[in-house]
């Protein structure tokens, strides 16, 4: 890229062989199309459908169902073959359409390929579609132009482009068609060239199309949407291999049962029934439910749970790159102090209707204000400080609408990435004002006059020190600066002239963006997690120091450093000095993605947060994403979690949530596992306590399709006791011998006995070992009443069906057997305490 800003416009058309007033022949663009491509962005998705599809069945849990399933089949047990087969296909339904989803979303993307652009072709302008642009094309823009390729200005007149898009900057940049001497570090740094997906604010002209299609800036910028989309969710894979490893084990045990408790003649069938049992857990529909009602309690706290590997992915994390807005400070600036006519002013000092000097400041704060505000709930949109003035001056009872009215706005030019000013050009009663708002050090060397008890007099080099002293003792204390001046006119100046010189200074604004509560707290919590935390800020490396201190990242300057130091470094120096560092000051998207880059390529797990798609290289590096703030719909796709307000807040909840998944989901498949141990020996044991008796599968099914799901659920969702291995093994045993039990003497009612016992127990179980909160009916209370809602209904068919009828005996029986269990649960936890 830096070949076509270093070389003349007219150099650049040579090399593209292209014409300024002829441009390409439709022959010439055929031909090139087929040698460069096209100007759509493709987005590759890595594997095709079919081989990403396929892939979902190459793991070890699906080859040992599928080994079962044929075992079924060839057994001739066709309605248990069916069954397990059913659940197999739900649980990869799920995966399917999980993954399904994921590719379809990034497809909505393909509508940045279309829109239309005016071009010379064969010697006329002609209007085509942004798709069929082709290298060398000759362009042309104006205001409003939607820049379709990556062009290089052949003629600029007064543009400005807000490449928000591309950079991440706010600023709208002022671009030209001259050469640029020297290196380029940066794409900011790029003034003659134009990015695809800039949009044209001011001006017109026309340029060279340099690059197209996945070639352009914003093309490899969405590719990176495509390579997070694909590394990131594993959870999916993670989970599958010991689950394969549980299945595996599960099936040995049930073999070797079978060869130790029963001969091959007569035995084959519990092993068919062993199988089965293990197989028919709808695990898939378990984790699917499980995820939406993680997702639907994350929303309540502002969360929104993008990839939901994320909770297994955190625990790998190093360091937490932080962005200052919305982590360590509000999304709120608030007008502190006041420096004018040599006076400083606290605010609650300032009088808008008896100082001439304050009421010129605050009338250039509101008229060169593009900030909506809500005087009822003090809120609005808009930028921050700028709210900040509307906020500061309705509290002076100075109005914005009043102002406006009165001094209508003729027009604005923005502020951009250089000269960091905004300036409006109002109607005043004897002409115009040039009111302007912006950097202190850019407004200073602009300024020839300053105003002194509502009198304009020449600056001096004494009032420039004690204005640049008093800017430097407010970023100590921490506080954003913005300086205000005016010019006069006594006619309509134009916008080319230039109107942003011989300005009237008036003086200072110190801006507090106040700390969020507890940030001391959470930025120590991070930390003792073996979370290193990294601030990144736009604010001048005075500010970014006090904000850092403040926060409890630093203790002194030494770990701050700015992007403009950065940028001078070599790789080796940047290295060495990003160990050292933990404070960014004046970093944008780009250097922020770069320092990103650096800690990854050394691998570092990290995690880093953004807004726009300047953010997408950030993101996208990182093992997590974090989404913030008014971030675009492509940005939530690449980020792994979206928090609107006070993001590392919620970054600490996730990293709670975590650590509670993984202990719940060790309880939640220990006590699965437990369960199918049980039915194992159940369905083994039970030919020699009876062996004119037969187990059957629906017990089995009812348990395993229809009760576990719903305390899986529960288990997952709730704390409870902590796990130990040895109380599992015990709680199999037991689980195992009460049933026998309970079955022991009975005559042909083992389907009913089975599922009131072994059902009864999971259930109660689930009851002891849980803190189910029954008041106000939670998710997880709804969870445990359906389960036991479906026991009792499920046993009350299996009686009905099968016509009998339990004796007094067998009922007292069935109920000592579950008191009993009770009674043992509540002896092992007072034991254990």
């Not at 002209?205 to 299609?213: D, P, Q, S, Y």
């Not at 798609?613 to 979206?642: M, Q, R, W």
């Amino acid at each position: 890229m830096e070949k076509y800003c270093n070389n003349s416009w007219k150099t650049i058309v040579e090399i593209l062989a292209s014409d300024i007033y002829k441009g390409l022949s439709e022959s010439e663009c055929d031909q090139r199309r087929k040698a460069y491509g096209d100007n759509k962005i493709y987005l590759p998705k890595g594997n095709s459908k079919v081989s990403t599809y396929i892939k979902l069945f190459l793991s070890l849990y699906l080859f040992v169902s599928i080994a079962v399933i044929s075992f079924l089949f060839y057994r001739q047990e066709y309605i248990m073959g069916i069954i397990t087969l059913a659940m197999i296909l739900v649980n990869a339904s799920i995966k399917l359409v999980h993954v399904y989803k994921r590719q379809k979303e990034v497809g909505f993307l393909q509508n940045i390929n279309y829109a239309t652009i005016t071009v010379i072709r064969d010697g006329k302008e002609k209007i085509i579609k942004a798709e069929e642009l082709v290298k060398g094309d000759i362009v042309l823009f104006s205001k409003g132009s939607l820049i379709a390729a990556d062009i290089r200005i052949i003629e600029a007149k007064d543009i400005k482009v807000d490449e928000k898009n591309i950079t991440g900057e706010s600023f709208l940049k002022d671009k030209f068609e001259s050469k640029i001497d020297g290196n380029i570090s940066a794409i900011t740094e790029m003034k003659n060239i134009l990015f695809k997906g800039s949009v044209i604010k001011e001006g017109a002209g026309a340029g060279i199309v340099i690059e197209t299609g996945n070639s352009t800036q914003l093309g490899r910028l969405l590719a990176m949407l495509v390579y997070a989309n694909n590394s990131k969710h594993t959870l999916d894979s993670k989970l599958e291999k010991p689950l394969g490893r549980i299945m595996i084990t599960l099936s040995i045990v049930a073999i070797g049962f079978f060869f130790i408790f029963n001969n091959y003649s007569q035995g084959l069938e519990n092993l068919e029934l062993s199988l089965f049992s293990i197989q028919v857990f709808p695990i898939g529909a378990v984790v699917l439910l499980y995820v939406k009602f993680m997702k639907k309690d994350l929303l309540k706290e502002g969360i929104e749970l993008i990839n939901i590997s994320t909770v297994d992915l955190i625990n790998d994390i190093e360091i937490l790159f932080l962005d200052k807005i919305g982590s360590i400070t509000k999304e709120k600036m608030v007008v502190r102090k006041i420096y004018s006519n040599n006076v400083l002013y606290e605010d609650k000092n300032v009088n808008y209707n008896k100082d001439i000097n304050i009421k010129r400041l605050i009338d250039i704060l509101l008229l060169s204000n593009n900030a909506v505000y809500n005087v009822k709930d003090d809120s609005g949109s808009g930028d921050l400080s700028e709210i900040a003035y509307l906020s500061f001056a309705a509290k002076k009872l100075a109005y914005k609408s009043v102002l406006d009215s009165k001094f209508k706005r003729v027009f604005e030019i923005p502020m951009d990435s250089d000269k960091r000013i905004l300036t409006t050009l109002n109607k005043s009663k004897k002409g115009c004002r040039a009111n302007v708002k912006g950097n202190v050090d850019t407004i200073l060397e602009r300024c020839t006059h300053i105003m002194i008890d509502g009198l304009e007099k020449e600056i001096s080099e004494e009032d420039i020190q004690r204005i640049k002293d008093i800017d430097f003792n407010f970023s100590l204390e921490g506080l954003a600066t913005q300086a205000a001046a005016y010019r006069s006119f006594s006619y309509n100046p134009s916008v080319s002239e230039n109107i942003e010189s011989n300005l009237v200074f008036v003086g200072i604004v110190g801006l507090e963006n106040p700390l969020n509560e507890n940030i001391k707290e959470q930025i120590t919590d991070i930390k003792s997690r073996g979370i290193l935390p990294i601030l990144f800020t736009e604010d001048n490396k005075i500010t970014a120091t006090t904000i850092g201190k403040k926060a409890g990242l630093i203790s002194n300057s030494a770990g701050v450093i700015s992007g403009v130091e950065l940028d001078s470094m070599n790789r080796e120096e940047l290295i060495d000095t990003l160990s050292k560092v933990r404070v960014f000051s004046r970093v944008n998207p780009e250097i922020k993605g770069r320092i990103v880059g650096l800690f990854t390529k050394d691998n570092y797990s990290v995690a880093a947060s953004g807004e726009t798609l300047g953010d997408l290289a950030s993101l996208s590096l990182s093992k997590v994403g974090i989404g913030k703030g008014k971030a675009p719909e492509i940005v939530k796709k690449v980020s792994d979690i979206f928090i609107k307000e006070n993001y590392l807040r919620g970054f600490i909840s996730i990293f709670d949530i975590s650590k509670k998944f993984q202990e719940r989901a060790t309880k939640s498949i220990s006590t699965l596992i437990a369960l199918a141990i049980s039915e194992i020996v159940i369905i083994n044991i039970f030919p020699l306590i009876n062996s004119s008796g037969e187990i059957e599968m629906i017990p089995l099914a009812i348990i395993n399709i229809l009760l576990a799901p719903p305390i899986s659920l529960v288990l997952l969702r709730v704390d409870g006791e902590e796990f130990k291995r040895k109380k599992y093994i015990v709680r199999t045993i037991l689980w195992s011998l009460l049933t026998l039990g309970a079955i022991y003497g009975v005559d042909g009612r083992y389907a009913e006995v089975i599922l009131l016992t072994l059902g009864g127990i999971f259930i109660e179980y689930t009851l002891l070992s849980s803190k189910i909160k029954f008041k106000g009916i939670s998710i997880e209370a709804l969870l445990f009443l359906t389960t036991i809602f479906i026991w009792i209904i499920s046993a009350g068919i299996l009686v009905s069906i099968n016509s009998l009828l339990f004796s007094t005996f067998q009922v007292v029986k069935l109920i000592g057997i579950l008191v009993s269990y009770i009674i043992i649960e509540l002896i092992m936890k007072r034991w254990q305490g």
